[in-house]
């Protein structure tokens, strides 16, 4: 009886593997065809200066317009893209887009803005990435400093040589470079004082109960105190209520990025909700994702 049972859970999990990697397969295909179709689309969410009260950058999140499946958020492919390797094309197209983005600002309301973009460990694997991002930030006649690259700890457990060598080019090209998710990367500060780091980002994770929890808010007023002695610049990620703004501007946190500013957005709302100026009131709903 038990060996019976033992079976069927045996069956029923190779089942759902079999299903989980046919589906794999099938959007590893479409993925492969998203770049040719164009059905990639850059979502961005507005960092609040909480010393000026101002949106001084945006994070580029990407989205992809399925054409079955509808807008898919970066959790749905990214991975994916990753193991395949076709991130560093997805990746290209990324800053592509985002220099072209900077370039159609220039002369409006949106000028001076400066776009983050995530850079995952895999996408340091391609040689040619720097050159990639001179090229491209030239063709759009474009400043460097106009563009900033988030990066999760990882990059500094694998590849430590390599990476640090990317980073430093990056450095030297003027692009800024910020540490995403910082807190739950499993990474040693030591490299704080070896590369070269802009800003640090703190983890949704220590937000969301920064204002009940103790000892996130310890934490979180730890981390903005070491990254100002530092000379980094701290973001606070997830700011969802009015409390945790409060609490960041007590403790002197120098942006904030959350729902409670804005979801991501399409760039056509972003520049709507900017000319309008509800950014800077706080509170702008524009689509979800
Ligand atoms: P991330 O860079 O840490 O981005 C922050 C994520 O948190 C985004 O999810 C954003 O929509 C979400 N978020 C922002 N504010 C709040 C909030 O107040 N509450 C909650 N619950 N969530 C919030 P998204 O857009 O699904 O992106 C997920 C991840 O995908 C990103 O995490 C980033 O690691 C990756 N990603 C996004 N775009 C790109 C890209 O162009 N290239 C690469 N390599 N990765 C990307
Ligand atoms: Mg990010
Ligand atoms: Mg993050
Ligand atoms: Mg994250």
């Known amino acids: 009886r038990a060996k019976e049972q033992g079976r069927n859970t045996y069956q029923f999990y190779t089942e759902g593997m079999q299903e989980r990697e046919v589906m794999r397969l099938e959007l590893d295909k479409d993925l492969s065809q998203a770049l040719t179709n164009d059905e990639f689309v850059l979502f961005y969410q507005p960092q609040l200066n909480l010393d000026t009260g101002e949106i001084q950058s945006v994070e580029a999140l990407i989205r992809w317009q399925h054409p079955r499946r509808g807008l898919l958020p970066p959790g749905e492919f990214i991975p994916l893209a990753e193991e395949s390797g076709r991130i560093t094309d997805i990746g290209r197209w990324v800053v592509m887009a985002a220099c072209r983005q900077l370039a159609d600002w220039k002369g409006t309301e949106q000028e001076g803005l400066r776009i983050a973009v995530n850079l995952s460990g895999r996408e340091l694997d391609d040689e ?64 704080l004082r070896d590369f070269p780091v802009d800003v640090l980002k703190i983890d949704r994770s220590f937000i969301t109960e920064v204002t009940e929890r103790h000892d996130d808010a310890v934490i979180t007023r730890a981390v903005i105190n070491l990254a100002h002695n530092l000379d980094i610049q701290v973001v606070a990620e997830g700011v969802e209520t009015e409390e945790q703004l409060a609490f960041l501007k007590r403790h002197r946190c120098n942006f904030a990025q959350g729902y409670l500013i804005s979801r991501p957005i399409p760039a056509r709302d972003l520049e709507q909700a900017l000319a309008s100026g509800i950014l800077v009131a706080g509170l702008a709903e524009g689509s979800s994702l």
């Open 128 to 191: 040619a990435l720097v050159d990639h991002i001179r090229e491209a930030l030239e063709a759009e006649n474009v400043p460097a400093e106009r563009l900033e690259f988030e990066l999760t700890e990882e990059i500094f457990i694998q590849n430590i040589e390599r990476n640090r060598n990317q980073l430093s080019r990056l450095q030297k090209l003027g692009v800024h470079l910020a540490i995403d998710d910082f807190g739950v990367g499993y990474s040693s500060l030591g490299y």
